[in-house]
């Protein structure tokens, strides 16, 4: 979940977690606690500094742990009551209820997060908001102008606030069964083998735009991930003029389920298949992903499909590499975004590797080097 809509939450929740209506005791401390308790999970950009490959592992892990959020809320708790020197008990059910607010929203997000982390890093992910949703964004900004004008029912405005939130949620859900049964119409029409897996993807500008990707059983032989992008809603597809906006631009792209457009990739032979890259590159190609989608950061692999033999990235290695790119990334502004380069490893498996841009404006590559105790 992006960090504004975190913060805008955690402040509504700040409000909502008041004993009584009325006047405030804490006062400006009460939204303080609010926006601090559910922006600690962001902390997780510090792992930056033990590398890309520390990051990755530990990305929607630790600080997004269910587990972890009674001691985290307690620390934080503790440094606001020293500020103040009101103590850590006046904040701590305020900043509890704030990050956990935080860790629920992200596990309804594409990515998810880690909820037992410290114990079991499994990831989960619900996949029913945007990361950025504007509907969720416009309910806090509406709640908490509402609680400005009438400070005495601040609690119950927020209240009522996370209520219309979570009824939006529910219905998100709604329409992200929507659209999963729609690719489970698809796969069945176009007679996949059995083992598919039917991922719905929520997507920007409109709660109605979903992306489905339904991916083979590779098990069973099935190498091919088919996507598509859709708009729930009945009606005409938007039609563009020579001056329409980026953001025109993008809706047109989200088509009625009676026009979807699926396309269909290849994960081991590019877009022309595998026979275009002959039976000894298809099986390095396999491998590699195989290696990859077995390892620490496995998650990454998900929706990656093979694009094209690369250059080595660093020094030392002199055999030719395999860049892959994420699907649900292509049409990016940032055309390095969701790109992966893969290696052979002298030890066995793959190296994997992502871009960054360095000074200046020179492209540059991490390493995405596995720890030993941290996995995902």
């Not at 742990?65 to 500020?83: D, H, N, Q």
């Not at 597809?237 to 631009?249: D, E, H, I, M, S």
């Not at 290696?343 to 080097?369: D, K, N």
Request: charge should be positive; charged fraction near 15%; hydrophobic fraction near 50%.
């Amino acid at each position: 979940m992006h960090p504004l809509i975190s913060l805008a939450v955690g402040l509504v929740v700040a409000w909502a977690v008041k004993r009584r209506n009325g006047p405030d005791d804490m006062g400006w401390w009460r939204l303080a606690a609010g926006a601090v308790g559910a922006l600690v999970p962001y902390l997780e950009g510090l792992f930056w500094l033990g590398g890309a490959g520390v990051y990755y592992q530990a990305e929607r892990g630790l600080l997004w742990s269910f587990l972890l959020l009674p001691l985290l809320s307690f620390i934080t708790a503790g440094v606001l009551g020293s500020i103040s020197r009101r103590g850590w008990g006046a904040f701590y059910l305020t900043v509890a209820a704030s990050m956990l607010s935080t860790l629920l929203l992200g596990l309804l997000t594409t990515d998810g997060i880690q909820p037992l982390a410290l114990l079991v890093n499994i990831r989960l992910a619900f996949g029913v908001v945007y990361d950025f949703d504007g509907v969720i964004l416009g309910l806090c900004l509406l709640t908490l102008g509402m609680g400005y004008a009438f400070r005495f029912w601040q609690r119950d405005i927020a209240r009522l606030g996370l209520g219309c939130i979570a009824v939006y949620l529910l219905a998100l859900a709604g329409l992200h069964f929507t659209a999963w049964r729609f690719g489970g119409q698809y796969a069945e029409a176009m007679q996949l083998a059995p083992g598919y897996n039917v991922d719905a993807l929520p997507q920007p500008l409109s709660p109605f735009n979903w992306r489905v990707v339904v991916l083979e059983n590779v098990e069973a032989g099935g190498s091919r991930l088919h996507d598509t992008l859709i708009n729930l809603k009945h009606g005409q597809r938007t039609q563009l003029r020579g001056n329409a906006l980026r953001a025109q631009r993008v809706q047109a792209l989200y088509r009625t389920r009676e026009e979807a457009e699926w396309r269909v990739y290849s994960r081991f032979g590019g877009a022309d298949g595998p026979e275009a890259v002959g039976a000894a590159g298809q099986r390095r190609i396999k491998l590699a992903w195989y290696a990859w989608s077995n390892g620490p950061f496995g998650w990454l692999a998900k929706y990656a499909v093979y694009d094209d033999p690369v250059a080595p990235p660093v020094r030392g290695i002199n055999v030719q590499c395999l860049r892959y790119r994420d699907l649900r990334l292509d049409g990016a502004r940032d055309a390095d975004k969701g790109t992966y380069v893969l290696c052979p490893s002298a030890t066995g498996g793959a190296r994997v590797f992502i871009p960054y841009m360095v000074w200046p404006f020179a492209q540059g590559y991490h390493e995405l080097v596995p720890v030993a105790g941290v996995r995902n």
